[in-house]
C-alpha cells in the first residue's frame, strides 16, 4: 500500500516570514541564524528540516537536531511530527551522546559501560571525607556545580587550581587548591566504584569518536545534517563533540541569541554562535528580528536596555499592536512592593486576565516568600517555579523547628537575640557569602528569617512564641491548593517562557546586578538577565525596586544602573563615574585601577565595555576644544571628561535635565546649553 504523501514544500514555505523562509530555505550549511526573543526560532528550523525532507534533499534519518532540554526536544519532536518529519531524531547533547555511548561503547572496550549516576552528592561526601573537609549538603553541592563547570570546560583537576584563580572562580570559604584536591578524590571514587555523571557521558563519547576511526565513520555515515539550537549556551566541551560528529563537514545550523546569554558561569560561550562565520568559512548568516510576542512599548523598553552594550544582540521589531505603557514603580521596601504587586495582580484577576498569565519574577530564589506572603494574603493561588516554596526549602523547614524548640524551653526572653544564636548556630552570619550558589542560596533564606523577625520585633510585647505562630500561620496559608496560578520564578528559571503579564521585581542595585557580580563580563550577564526577564512578557511589562528592605528602614537603594536608560529623565539617578575621586587612576566602569596609558586616556579598561555613547563623547571633546581655544581657557574649566562621559551616557534633552548631571550648574547651561543639547540631539 503506497505511503501517504508528504506535505508540499512550497506549502511550508507560505507559512514563514521572510527571514523565517531564508532560514528554511538555506539547506546546506554553514547557517548562522541569530534569533532574537520572540521571534519564532523553532518555527524557523523545524520548517527547514521539514522543507529539506520534503525535497529530499535530507533523509529524515540522516537529520540529528540537538537542544539543550528534554522539554525544547520534546517540542521540537511533535513539530517535526506535525509538518512530515517524524523521523527525525531531536534530543539534548546528553541523550544523543549516551544513545552513541550505549552502542559502542561495549564493542569498543569490550566491557559494560560504567553505570550512570543521577547525583554527585553521595561520591562528594565520601571524597570530601578522604580529603578530611567538612561538608555540609550546601557546599556539597556547590562543589558539584564547580565540578561540572570544569568538566563541561575541559579543566582537568590538575590544571584547575591554576585555571580557576585566574578565572576568579571560587567556592565559599574554599581556595582553588581545597576544591581541585576534592575534585580528583571524586573522580577517583567515581571511577573506583564503576560509575559516570553527566559529564563523563559527552567525555567519554569525544573520547571514544577521537580514538576509534571505525566508530567516528559508522556515527558520520548516519548522521549527515545538523541543527544546534540554543547555541549561545554551548560550552567547550559541547562545542568539541559536536566538531567531533561532523568530522570536517560544515552541515550544521546553528540557532542562538547571545542577548540571551545568561549561563556564562555554568560553561556556556557565546563566542561559538558570534564567531561562527569565522570558524565556518562562507556561512549563511540569518538575523530574525520580528518579535510576534510582545507589543512595541515592551519591543522598545528590551532594545533600549542592550543599545550600546556589548550584549546587543539583534534589533527586535514588534509585530503586534500597541499595549500599555511598561510601568517603572519605586516602592519604600520590599514589604510595600510585594504587596503593590499583589494588589495589581488582584486587579487583573477581577478584569478577568486568568491568574496562568501572570508571572513575578525575581534575581534570587530567597525574594518569593515576600510575593508568596502577598499573594496568600489575597487568596491568590500561586507556583513557584525552578525551586520549593520558601517553607518547603530545608534550610527554612529546620530553622522553624529549632525556633520552636527554642521558644517552647523558654529560651525567646530576648527575642531577636534568640533568633540570630538560634541561626548563628545553623550557619548563619550577618554577612553575606561573596559567591552565587547554594551556599549563597541558604544564607539568603535564612537572611528573609532574620528580615521577618526584625519586622515582627517592631510591635511591642511580642515574643519569640508569637514569631513561631506567625511563621506557622505563613506556611499554611502558602500551602493551599494551586489550580490556575500565578507563577513565582527566578529569571533564570523563566528562560524559555512567557506570561501575557509580567512583573519584574527588586531590580535595585546589589541585587540586579548583584553584588557577587564583580567583574565587566558579570556584569554584562545580570544586563541579560533582565532582558530574559523583559522579553518574557506579551501585554503588560511593570518594573519595580524597593528603596529599603525592610519597613522604616533607612530609603538608601538606588534603581538598577539597567534601568537608566528607560526610567523618564525627572526619575533618573545620575551616578558619578566610578573612578572619580580615586587617588590612584581607575577605570569609571568597573573601579579597578588602569595600567597602560592607552587606558587611562580612555577612562577605563580595555575589556570593559563603555557605558556611555562614545562617538557622542568625542564629539563633545572636540566642540569643548574650541570653545576652550576661543575663550582661551584649559580645556577643564569648560567641562572634565567625567563631566562629558555623563552627557553622553545620560543623553540630556532639556536645560533641567543638564542641571541633573554633577559638574553642571546654571551658569554653565546658560552659557554651554545650547551648544550641548545640539549635540545630543
Given at each position: 500500500?503506497?505511503s ?18 531564508r ?29 529539506g ?7 529524515p ?21 506535525t ?45 570530601a ?45 574554599h ?20 560509575r ?22 559508522q556515527v558520520r ?91 546587543r ?9 500597541s499595549?500599555?505603557a ?26 478577568g ?37 520558601f ?38 552570619t ?41 511563621l506557622?500561620?505563613?506556611a499554611?496559608?502558602q ?7 500565578v ?17 519584574l ?31 518574557r ?55 579597578k ?49 567625567a ?26 547651561v ?12
Amino acid at each position: 500500500m503506497p505511503s501517504a504523501p508528504g506535505p508540499d514544500p512550497d506549502d511550508l514555505l507560505a507559512a514563514l516570514d521572510p527571514e523565517q523562509r531564508r532560514v528554511a530555505e538555506a539547506l546546506r550549511g554553514p547557517v548562522r541564524v541569530l534569533a532574537g526573543a520572540g521571534t519564532g526560532k523553532t518555527r524557523a528550523i523545524t520548517h527547514r528540516i521539514a522543507h529539506g525532507v520534503a525535497t529530499g534533499v535530507y533523509a529524515p534519518t540522516e537529520v540529528l537536531a540537538v537542544t539543550f532540554t528534554t522539554r525544547a526536544a520534546g517540542e521540537m519532536r511533535g513539530r517535526l511530527r506535525t509538518l512530515g518529519a517524524g523521523g527525525v531524531q531531536a534530543r539534548t547533547f546528553h541523550s544523543a551522546a549516551l544513545r552513541q555511548l550505549r552502542y559502542f561503547w561495549p564493542h569498543v572496550h569490550g566491557t559494560e559501560l560504567p553505570s550512570l549516576i543521577e547525583s554527585k552528592i553521595g561520591l562528594l561526601a565520601t571524597a570530601a571525607r578522604r580529603q578530611r573537609l567538612a561538608s555540609d549538603q550546601a557546599l556539597l553541592r556547590d562543589l558539584a556545580s564547580e565540578i561540572e563547570w570544569a568538566k563541561v570546560s575541559n579543566v582537568h583537576p590538575d590544571d584547575y587550581g591554576q585555571v580557576a584563580t585566574a578565572r576568579g572562580r571560587s567556592v565559599t570559604g574554599h581556595d582553588a587548591e581545597t576544591v581541585a584536591r576534592v575534585f580528583g578524590a571524586y573522580e577517583e571514587v567515581k571511577r573506583s566504584q564503576g560509575r559516570m555523571d553527566m559529564e563523563d557521558v559527552l567525555l567519554l563519547t569525544a573520547g571514544m569518536l577521537a580514538e576509534d576511526e571505525r566508530v567516528a565513520a559508522q556515527v558520520r555515515r548516519q548522521y549527515k545534517w545538523f541543527v544546534v539550537d540554543e547555541f549561545q549556551d554551548v560550552s567547550p566541551l559541547q562545542s568539541a563533540l559536536l566538531d567531533l560528529w561532523l568530522g570536517g563537514r560544515d552541515e550544521l545550523c546553528v540557532v542562538g541569541d547571545p542577548a540571551q546569554t545568561i549561563y556564562s558561569f555554568a560553561g556556556a560561550n557565546a563566542a561559538y554562535l558570534r564567531e561562527f562565520p569565522a570558524k565556518h568559512p562562507n556561512t549563511t548568516s540569518i538575523e530574525l528580528v520580528r518579535n510576534y510576542r510582545s507589543t512595541p512599548e515592551i519591543v522598545g523598553a528590551a532594545n533600549t536596555l542592550l543599545a550600546g552594550s556589548s550584549s546587543r544582540g539583534v534589533d527586535l521589531r514588534a509585530q503586534r499592536p500597541s499595549g500599555p505603557a511598561v510601568s517603572y514603580t519605586s516602592q519604600p521596601d520590599e514589604v510595600a512592593e510585594a504587596e503593590a504587586v499583589a494588589a495589581r495582580i488582584a486587579e487583573l484577576r477581577d478584569e478577568g486576565r486568568p491568574l496562568g498569565e501572570v508571572a513575578v519574577l525575581f534575581r534570587i530564589n530567597a525574594q518569593s516568600e515576600a510575593y508568596e506572603e502577598a499573594l496568600s494574603s489575597r487568596g491568590l493561588p500561586y507556583v513557584v517555579r525552578g525551586a520549593a516554596r520558601f517553607f518547603d526549602r530545608p534550610e527554612v523547614r529546620e530553622a522553624v523547628t529549632r525556633l520552636r524548640g527554642a521558644a517552647r524551653s523558654g529560651e525567646g526572653d530576648e527575642f531577636l537575640e534568640t533568633v540570630h544564636g538560634t541561626l548563628a548556630g545553623m550557619g548563619w552570619t550577618s554577612q553575606a557569602p561573596t559567591t552565587r550558589g547554594q551556599t549563597r542560596d541558604r544564607w539568603e533564606s535564612w537572611q528573609a528569617l532574620v528580615d521577618q523577625a526584625t519586622e515582627f520585633a517592631r510591635t511591642p510585647g511580642t515574643t519569640l512564641g508569637d514569631f513561631v505562630d506567625d511563621l506557622d500561620r505563613r506556611a499554611a496559608e502558602q500551602h493551599a491548593p494551586v489550580a490556575d496560578g500565578v507563577t513565582l520564578a527566578t529569571f533564570h528559571a523563566a528562560k524559555g517562557l512567557e506570561w501575557d503579564a509580567v512583573f519584574l521585581c527588586g531590580l535595585q542595585d546589589g541585587t540586579l546586578p548583584i553584588t557577587y557580580a564583580d567583574t565587566p563580563a558579570a556584569v554584562e550577564e545580570e544586563r541579560r538577565l533582565l532582558y530574559v526577564g523583559m522579553t518574557r512578557a506579551r501585554l503588560d511589562l511593570s518594573l519595580s525596586w524597593a528603596q529599603a528592605r525592610n519597613p522604616g528602614g533607612r530609603p538608601s537603594r538606588k534603581p538598577s544602573r539597567f534601568l537608566t536608560p528607560l526610567l523618564p529623565e525627572e526619575t533618573r539617578v545620575v551616578r558619578e563615574p566610578a573612578a572619580r575621586n580615586r587617588k590612584v587612576a581607575g577605570c569609571r566602569e568597573c573601579g579597578k585601577p588602569l595600567m597602560s596609558g592607552a587606558e587611562k586616556k580612555r577612562g577605563r579598561c580595555e575589556n570593559c565595555p563603555a557605558s556611555y555613547d562614545e562617538a557622542l563623547f568625542e564629539r563633545l571633546r572636540e566642540w569643548r576644544k574650541e570653545r576652550a581655544g576661543e575663550e582661551s581657557v584649559p580645556a577643564f574649566v569648560v567641562f572634565t571628561d567625567a563631566t562629558l562621559q555623563l552627557i553622553a551616557e545620560h543623553k540630556p534633552r532639556t536645560p533641567e535635565a543638564l542641571l541633573r548631571i554633577s559638574g553642571i550648574g546654571r551658569s554653565k547651561v546658560e552659557k554651554y546649553g545650547d551648544d550641548v543639547l545640539t549635540l545630543v540631539g
